[in-house]
T-cell receptor, first 115, second 115 residues
Framework: AQSVTQLGSHVSVSEGALVLLRCNYS??????LFWYVQYPNQGLQLLLK??????LVKGINGFEAEFKKSETSFHLTKPSAHMSDAAEYFC?????????????FGSGTQLTVLP | DAGVIQSPRHEVTEMGQEVTLRCKPI?????LFWYRQTMMRGLELLIY????????DSGMPEDRFSAKMPNASFSTLKIQPSEPRDSAVYFC?????????????FGSGTQLSVL
């Protein structure tokens, strides 16, 4: 069984400040981990993914995430927030093995960027 | 490619009516997912098809919900009869299964309001 916990349903940062969105997972097998972003009135888009290669993963729009097995975490960061980063962010996990490889999503974190 | 196409974008209906949501996955993708997004529960996987066959429907909330995938290019999610608590955004997503490609492509969603 797999699960994802996103700490903080709402995060506010000032423009130019560091963005940190937290994600912890549990999985009985080596996981694949993902961050998706949802802009208003749109579907989800993949930001980045970890699939057992490098533990520091770089994604689009300047975001990156680091896989830390000892902490079962996959936090999303961006050094400097931009107004256009305001959106909802979802962390997701899937099992790296097995035929189903379904994604389990966290409950989401709404990011607000203040001017 | 036009991406995952869902219709309608918005649906307003009265309690007790039948609702049919439609999805056209990306050509060549062999897995299709239906998700429901609510404020209370975030993103929930309802059902997952692989090669047009339902693999896991454990997320379908009740017998009032049914989903079909008659061919590789079309799927429907039907609610009959609909209830106010079914109000949510319903997302369809598709993916081409491979050993390493886990990327899900989402449609823009159908906003369902049951009065």
């Amino acid at each position: 069984a797999q699960s994802v916990t996103q700490l903080g349903s709402h995060v506010s940062v000032s423009e130019g400040a560091l963005v940190l969105l937290r994600c912890n997972y549990s999985s009985s097998v080596p996981p694949y981990l993902f961050w998706y972003v949802q802009y208003p009135n749109q579907g989800l888009q993949l930001l980045l993914k970890y699939t057992s290669a490098a533990t520091l993963v770089k994604g689009i729009n300047g975001f990156e995430a680091e896989f830390k097995k000892s902490e079962t975490s996959f936090h999303l960061t961006k050094p400097s927030a931009h107004m256009s980063d305001a959106a909802e962010y979802f962390c997701a996990v899937s099992e790296a093995s097995g035929s189903a490889r379904q994604l389990t999503f966290g409950s989401g974190t709404q990011l607000t960027v203040l001017p | 490619d036009a991406g995952v196409i869902q219709s309608p974008r918005h649906e307003v209906t009265e309690m007790g009516q039948e609702v049919t949501l439609r999805c056209k996955p990306i050509s060549g993708h062999n897995s299709l997912f239906w998700y429901r997004q609510t404020m209370m529960r975030g993103l929930e996987l309802l059902i997952y098809f692989n090669n047009n066959v339902p693999i896991d429907d454990s997320g379908m909330p009740e017998d009032r919900f049914s989903a079909k995938m008659p061919n590789a290019s079309f799927s429907t999610l039907k609610i009959q009869p609909s209830e106010p608590r079914d109000s949510a955004v319903y997302f369809c997503a598709s993916r081409r299964d491979s050993l390493t490609n886990e990327k899900l492509f989402f449609g823009s969603g159908t906003q369902l309001s049951v009065l």
